[in-house]
């Protein structure tokens, strides 16, 4: 082979490089569609070794698929209170809510949750995502968390370690 189609070949396997490059998708994976408004209720459970509580919220979703990487944004209004709601979604239809209420964790923000148990520290509260599943037309998502809530007993105030469990349903 000469110097010229030495030249040729490396330049061929240059464009061709080139071109992959940029034919990547970065969008990545097509994913199941979960954009419009969805009615949804959250089921929260609490518990500790003071009390067992459960309470039921209903909330309205607005999501959008953002085309990026199966990431979905939107918001969730709970009463009068709104906020971030948003995750990732994958190919099979599994997801996980990453993004509920004020950054940085998940379900910390959420007024309607801090209200509702005035008495418990969410600065310390300790969550990841909430997993979950889209099946058509209903989305339902999962997720167990843990705070200290503070209770006064004989005379002195004592903070217990709190499990609270919250279950997404909402059909669109």
Known sequence: MNACSADR????????????????????????????????RIEVAFENQAEVRRDSLRAELTLRDTHYRGRFAGSYQIGTESGVFGGVIRPEGTLVVDQFGAPPQPIAAVDTLRHLYAWCDFTRFGTGGLAGRLNADTVAADGTASLYCFYSQYGQEVQLPTTLTLHIRAVR
Not at 24 to 40: F, K, S
């Open 9 to 40: 070949a490396l330049a061929l396997a240059l464009a061709l490089a080139v071109t992959a490059c940029v034919a990547y998708d970065t969008a990545g994976p097509q994913v199941p569609a979960l954009d419009g408004v969805w009615q949804a």
